[in-house]
């Protein structure tokens, strides 16, 4: 009897020991969570079998914020980060601002409402048991790298397998320990994919939860990244490692002035393409017309881009005609790049149905010009220009969407007219295919 009563009270102690602990954020609160942030990345890449390796050192410093909000919702802002990127081989080194971002609608869970391309490498900062756990259970958070080769996406799969470990006594913060083990190498690989294909993130991450007020005190994650494409039309090999470390600053309440984080920064002496790019979708997904307006060319800009062009174009010889011409052009500025962009989601919808709202971006590139085309035949515009591509994803399908007219006047960016093209990957190769073939002909006409 003694024995069966010694064993009951050794089974009561061991479950007072093993509490199970839920793993929550806490957003019912006017809290900002503010942290700093730092990465540093050591890598080597090849673009071909033959040459040497391209090694270099990348380090970034920034803050993440997270802002409470209503629905035991918040708000994750990327703020402040600065990137510096040194070539081992020639001993350049680059420094650069980044535009603040935002991703918005973080659920207590760690998950988000919406889908995003970056919601699984907030998951390798931030990632969260979803159920409750004890000490020595584990908890596998699935995750998924994405791969673009030659246009096509693929996905290696795998996880960050959490185990709760043990409770340390941080600043006077009581947390839980989760030891992650991240492993995402399993590639999912089409059948017609012909050639040699790898993709894997492997490492490990130390995060410390407050367990008591429901949110993170630090995290350090490290892992290597290991890609290779290689067939008939493309060869290309990267290897990086990978170190990333959360530590919590301070917590302070939202109704307080804090830094009001953009989704990207119109500067006039610092801006770039790629904002004009993104609040061009910002528009088109938020009809936020005061920003989208802000990047069209003011009429001064566009004086100045004609009047360096006069010298190219020798027929306009009266300059002060071609001003009020282009006056007139555009007095209705405001007006068409409304309606043309309402024009442009009708044809989203209704030709591609296509949802810009729910569609993400997964990367944006673009190539510099000198020479644009307008108008008559013969007629061009010679200035810095940009041609965008934005790679969405909808559905689960490619989507590239284009703004060619995106012109540099006195060092700074602007959209110089709504012109925009949606294709799918069919209607993208076709146009390559179809280019290549002209420019063929054309170079054969005139042998």
Request: net charge neutral.
């Amino acid at each position: 009897m003694k024995k069966i009563l010694f064993g009951i009270l050794l089974i009561f102690l061991a479950s007072c020991g093993n509490k199970k602990e839920s793993f929550e954020w806490n957003f019912n609160t006017n809290n900002n969570y503010i942290y700093s942030f730092s990465q540093t990345t050591t890598s080597e890449s090849k673009m071909t079998k033959e040459e040497k390796s391209d090694n270099s050192y990348i380090s970034g410093k920034g803050q993440i914020i997270i802002t409470s909000k209503s629905n035991n919702l918040a708000d994750l802002s990327f703020v402040d980060l600065k990137v510096k990127m040194t070539n081992v081989f020639t001993k350049d080194t680059i420094s650069q601002s980044q535009p603040n971002k935002v991703i918005q609608d973080l659920k207590s869970d760690g998950t988000f409402l919406v889908t995003f391309n970056t919601n699984d490498f907030i998951r390798l900062l931030f990632p969260l048991p979803n159920k409750n756990l004890i000490k020595g259970n584990r908890y596998d958070i699935p995750m998924i790298l994405p791969y673009n080769v030659n246009g096509s996406v693929i996905n290696s799969k795998g996880f960050n397998s959490l185990e709760f470990t043990n409770y340390e006594d941080i600043n006077g913060h009581k947390c839980a320990v989760l030891i992650g083990d991240i492993n995402i190498s399993k590639l999912d690989l089409p059948k017609n994919f012909e050639g040699n294909y790898e993709l894997s993130q492997i490492g490990k991450g130390t995060y410390y939860f407050d367990i008591e007020n429901g949110y993170y005190i630090k995290s350090k994650v490290k892992f290597t990244l290991n890609s290779l494409a290689d067939n008939e039309d493309l060869y290309m090999s990267a290897n990086s490692t990978n170190e990333y470390e959360i530590n919590l600053i301070e917590v302070t309440d939202t109704i307080k002035k804090t830094k009001e984080p953009q989704l990207s920064i119109i500067n006039s002496t610092e801006n770039t393409p790629i904002d004009i790019a993104k609040s061009v979708i910002e528009f088109l997904q938020k009809k936020d017309t005061t920003k989208y307006l802000n990047i069209a060319i003011p009429f001064e800009k566009q004086k100045k881009l004609f009047a360096e062009n006069i010298k190219f174009n020798p027929q306009e010889n009266d300059t002060m005609a071609v001003y009020r011409n282009l006056k007139k052009k555009y007095e209705d500025r405001t007006d068409n790049f409304l309606v043309r962009a309402g024009y442009i989601l009708d044809i989203m919808k209704n030709d591609k149905e296509f949802d810009i709202e729910k569609a993400t971006i997964d990367s944006i590139y673009y190539n510099l010009e000198k020479i644009k085309k307008y108008g008559s035949f013969g007629k061009t515009l010679i200035g810095n220009w940009a041609d965008l591509t934005i790679e969405m994803n909808y559905n689960n399908e490619k989507y590239y969407f284009e703004i060619p007219q995106i012109v540099k006047v006195d060092n700074e960016w602007f959209l110089y007219y709504p012109e925009y093209y949606l294709r799918d990957q069919k209607e993208k190769d076709f146009v390559e295919r179809r280019v290549k073939e002209l420019k063929e002909q054309s170079e054969e006409f005139w042998k």
